[in-house]
C-alpha cells in the first residue's frame, strides 16, 4: 500500500512541477501566445522541455542526498546495509550527467539578451550561474566518482553538506531564471513594474499617478509636493525591485550622478540598462523623481528645492523621445527555436 | 439580476461563477472536516486518551489517523477555486490580499506547522504522555485552521469593503476591522460540525462493523450530538450574521439570486436535523440515514455558498468584468482541466480506498 501511495504521490508532485513549469517558462519565451494567446501555444513554448527535465533530475537530485541523509539515521541497518541502500539511492544521481546538455539547450532557446546577462553582461547574474553550476558540478563528481563507481558509504555530515550544496545550486540557479526575465514579467507584454509597453507612451503624456487613489503612508515626511509626487513615482515604477536608499536602493545606484546625469540616465532608462523597463511618467513626474533621489542622498533634510525650469522639462522630454517608448529588447525575439 | 443564479449572466461568465461554487463546494467539505475535527480533537485532549470501546476515543482515533489527509485534501481543494476566483472578481480579491499583505501570507507557514501537529496528534506518546505537550499541539493545531479560517474570512470580507481600501492603506493597517467577521467566522466554524459528523459517521459505518454494540450505539449518539449541536449554533449564527449585514447585502442575501438555493438550504437543515434526530434515538447509524444527513449537508453548502456570491456579486460592479470573463474563456484549457478534474477525483478515491483497506487490516 505504502509503495502504490508513493508511486501515486511522485507522480502527482511531478505534475505540479509540469504546470508550474509551463508557466514559469511561458514568462520568458511566451513563444507563438505572443500571436494567438492561446494557452497551449504558451504552455509549450521553447524553454518548456530543458527546463523540464533540468528540474525533473535536480528533484531526482536532491531526493537521492536527503535519501542518503535518511538512511543515516536508520540504525537499525548495518553499516554495509547502509551503504548498499546509499548506492542505490545514489542511482537517482546519475542522470546529473545530462545537466550539462540541458543547460546549453536551454541558454539556447532563451532571447539573446537574457543568455548575454548569464554569459558575463550583468555580474550578479554570472556569479549567480557560476555558484549553480560550480555546485552542480562538485556533487556530480562525488555522485559519479564516490557513490556510483567506487560505492562508497556516506555518513550524515556528507550527505547533508551535499544537501545544502544542492540547495544552493538550486537558488543560484532560480534567481537567474528569475533575473533573466528583466525587464519583463512576461516577455514583450508586461513589464516588471507590472506597467503594459503599449501603456507607456500613455502614462508619459498623461502622468502614471495622476489616477493614483493610494495616499503615500508617510506624505508628512515630505517637505515639498514635488518630492510627493517623486515617491508615488517611486512607489508606482521603481519599488517592485528597488528600495530608496536600502537593498538596490537608489541613493546607491544613482545618489553620485550630476543632476542633469540623473535626468537623463532615468530618460533613457532603457538603454542606462537594458534590463530595466523604460521610464513612463512625464518629464516633471522624472524631475519629483530626481529630486527625491537628490532629497534622500542630502539625508532627507527638512527644506528642500523645487526643481526643475521649463528648459530642463523640455530637455527631459527630448531624451524620453529619444529613448523612445520601448525597452531595449523590445523587438522581434531572437531565439533558436 | 432577478434571475436564479447562474441564470442571467453571460455564458462565460455563467461558466467560471458555477466552476467556482462547485470546486469551492468541495474545498468546504473537506475544510469543514479540519476546522471542526481540529477543534474537536484539542477538546478531545483535555481528558486523557480513554480504553477504545468509548464512543469518543473512537470518533478521535478516526480523526486522528485522517486528519492530515484531510489537511491536504483541504488545501488542494482550494486551489481550483482559488484559480476561479481571480478569474472573476480580479481587482477585488488581489487589493484585499495585497492590503492584508504580510498578515495575509502568514497562513502559508501556519498551514504548514498546522500540517505537521496534526501528524503529532498522531502519535501514541503524545496521546498518552504529558497533559501539556498534548494541550499545546491539539490547541495549537486547532488555532493553526481557524487562523487560516479567520484570514479567508477577512479576506473575503475586505475584497468587497471598497471604501476603507485607501484608509487602510495609508494607515499601513493589516488587520481589517469589522463588526460582521466574528459572526461570519462563528457561521463557518459552528458549520463545520454537520459536516464533520456526516463524513465521520460514514466512517464510523464502515470501520465499525465488527465492534460491540454498546460502543457503535454510543458513537452514533455522540456524532449524532455533534451534528445537532452544531447545526443549531450554525442557525444561530448565521441569523446573527444576517442581522448585522449592511442592509444591501441582507436583501442580495434573500434576493432572486439566490432565493431558491436559501429554500434548499433551509431543506437541508431540516432533513440534516431529522436524520440525526434518528440516528440519536435508535442509536444506530444507517445507511439511508447517512444517505440522508449527506444530502441534507451539501444542500445546506451549497445555499450558503450561492447566497454568499450573490451578496458578492451585488456588492460589486461585476458587469463591467463580464468582458473580461468572456475574453478568459477563448484562451482554451478547459478540456484538459476537466480532464485532469477527473483523474484526480479517481486518484483521491484510488487513495481512500487504499488507505480505508489498509486501516480495517489494521484493527483486524
Ligand atoms: C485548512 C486550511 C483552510 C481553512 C480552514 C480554510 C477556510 C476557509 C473559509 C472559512 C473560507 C470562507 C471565507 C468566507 O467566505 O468568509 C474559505 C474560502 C476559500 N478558501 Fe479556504 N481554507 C483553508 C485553506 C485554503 C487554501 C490552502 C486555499 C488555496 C489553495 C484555500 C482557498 C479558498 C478559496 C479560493 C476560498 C474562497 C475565497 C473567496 O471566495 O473570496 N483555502 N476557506
Partial sequence: MRISLLVLYSIAAWFSLFWINGILTWQLT???WTDDHRVWSGFFNASFWPSLVFRTIV???????????????MHEFSREQMRRLQNRAAMLLSPMLFMPALGIWFL?????????????????????????????????GYAVAGLIRQRLYINGATATLLTALAFGATAGGEFVREGVRKPFTIREH???????????????????????????????????????LGAAVFRFQCSTCHTIGGVNGLTHLAGTWTTDQKRMNISKLQHTKAFMPPFAGTPAELEALVQLIEWNHAGAPADWRVGADSKSLDEIETWLAEAGPNAHSDKPMETHK | MNTVFPIGFPAPTALYLTLFVTTLLLHVVFMNYVLAGTAFLALAGLVKRKPADTGNATISSILRDWMPFAVSAAITMGVAPILFVQILYKENFYTANLLLFHRW???????????????LLKSNKLATGQFALRIVVGFGAAACFGFTALSWTENHLLSLDRAVWTDMYAKGDIFYRSRVILPRLAMWFCGAFPTLATLVAWQLFSTQKNAPEPQRQRSARHIALIAAIGLTAFVASAIVYFWMMPPESRHAAIGPMSKPYLFVAGCGVVIQLAAWHLVFHRRRLTCVLLQLASFG???????????????????????RLYSQHADAATKGGLLVFVAFAVVNAAAIAWCFRLVRRGRVRQLD
Avoid at chain 1, 59 to 73: D, E, G, H, K, M
Avoid at chain 1, 108 to 134: Q, Y
Avoid at chain 1, 196 to 204: D, F, I
Wanted: charge should be neutral.
Fill in chain 1, 59 to 73: 528533484a531526482l537530485t536532491i531526493a537521492s542526498l536527503v535519501a542518503c541523509i535518511v538512511i543515516n539515521t
Fill in chain 2, 297 to 319: 449537508a451539501l444542500g445546506t453548502i451549497l445555499g450558503t455558498l450561492i447566497a454568499r456570491e450573490s451578496i458578492r456579486i451585488s456588492a460589486i460592479d461585476f458587469e
Fill in chain 1, 30 to 32: 511566451p513563444g507563438g
Fill in chain 2, 105 to 119: 501570507m502568514s497562513i502559508v507557514p501556519v498551514l504548514i506547522v498546522g500540517f505537521y501537529l496534526t501528524y
Fill in chain 1, 108 to 140: 539556447w532557446v532563451i532571447p539573446s539578451d537574457s543568455r548575454s546577462w548569464v554569459l558575463g553582461g550583468s555580474a550578479a547574474m554570472t556569479m549567480f550561474m557560476s555558484i549553480a553550476v560550480g555546485a552542480s558540478m562538485l556533487i556530480g
Fill in chain 1, 190 to 228: 508586461l513589464y516588471s513594474n507590472s506597467i503594459k509597453p503599449e501603456e507607456v507612451q500613455y502614462l508619459r503624456k498623461h502622468g502614471s499617478v495622476a489616477s493614483d487613489p493610494y495616499p503615500l503612508k508617510d506624505a508628512e515626511k515630505y517637505p515639498t509636493d514635488q518630492l510627493r
